[in-house]
């Protein structure tokens, strides 16, 4: 039911007396952490937001939901980095890359994430799928300003408002915005859409358990009382007072800073299965933003095994040592096809007839574990006992936990992300932006 950290690939890498040392640090992270007291403390509700959370507003995600599901074949979000990934990765890790094909049948909502680039090809494409079927939109921005999803928005609304008129659009339209400012709350005042919030203390890549990733998510037919039951779990877990060295987070940020200090400087997050892909874009989000300033920083990629096995696992065997590697594996089955029998065995598959599929993914992550630790890359194995609501909603909150951790083992503010200003203030300027021109 919760996330378990497993150090069996990490004994060549790192000495027991090593986290012994690095255990009181990360002890007053920590603590600093739930007292409120270190820097980016502003932006911290997300510690409390399993338990804290508006009750009000989360009826009326439920009610908003209830309406989609009812009235709408399509549910098009728009919003980008920390503004949709949650949403998207919590949607695919429970409902498969085939979310979309599998809601169709199923009678629910399909779910497409737009704005998340200015390709206008892209929003065609979108709008050739949802054809002449009904849908409705989740406008997600915190600012209200941002470029891609902002031009995305403009056309979809004016697609909504030529299909149902501006009455009924204004209904099917749910903005999830700032309590009190930016462009986006102004217009959606001004239309009378519902308005959930983005709140103030929490920051784009820390929101999934907020209105911003709840109200998609509940649509795609996602239990989201469980998903905040499992993160609750971890709030408390997170809380409790008791070694530290038995919270999963706290080893999985010391383990990971060690490494970091010895030179690893990529961490490589890998699964087994292809349904995973969008977690670990969210999971890179949430290490790149937090992480990387001050010049410091692991950078954060992800890997689909056994797929890229065969493109970049010829790196990691054999190229330079820059990288670990953390492992998440799910270890209850969530398949239970087996290898079928076939008219005769030229294909040479028979020793493995009527053998569980699950079996054999579970041999390359041990192979491949075994093969990578042996040629120096060290490999930090995280495990979920099933793949539901529960386990992903303790999983989000115990990365959450850990990267913070980890940002304050590394001395940096884990809650700012001003590199990504940067480009949004430049694209203004060369744009023309009034008040951004020089
Ligand atoms: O993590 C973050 O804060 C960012 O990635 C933002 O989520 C992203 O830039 C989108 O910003 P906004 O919601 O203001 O449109």
Redesign the pocket.
Known sequence: MKVTFKKDYLKDFVADSEVELLKPAAGLARDTLLARTGVGNEMEDWLTLPTDHDQGEFTRILKAAGKIKSDSKVLVVI?????Y?GARAVIEFLKSEFHNEKAAKAGLPEVYFVGTSASGRYIDDVINLIGDRDFSINI???????TE?AIAFRVFKSLIEKKYGKDEASKRIFAT?DANK?ALLDVAKENGYERFI?PDGI?????VLSAVGLLPIAVAGIDIKQLLAGAKAAQDDFAKDEDILAKPSILYAIYRNILYRKGFDVETIVGYEPQFRYLFEWWK?LMA?SEGKDNKGIYPTSAIFSTDLHSIGQYIQDGKKILFETILDITKPISDRVVPAADDDTDHLDYLLNRPIKEVNEAALTATAQAHTSAGVPNILLQLDDLDEFNLGNLIYFFEAAVSVSGYLNAINPFD?PG?EIY?TNMFRILGKPGYTK
């Not at 997600?140 to 941002?146: E, L, N, P, W």
């Not at 920051?203 to 929101?207: A, D, L, N, W």
Request: without cysteine; aromatic residues 4%; charged residues 15%.
């Open positions: 919003g980008i980095g920390g503004s990934l997600i921005s915190k600012s209200g300003t941002t999803p915005t930016g983005v920051g784009g890549r820390y929101s989000q933003e992300q990504v949004k």
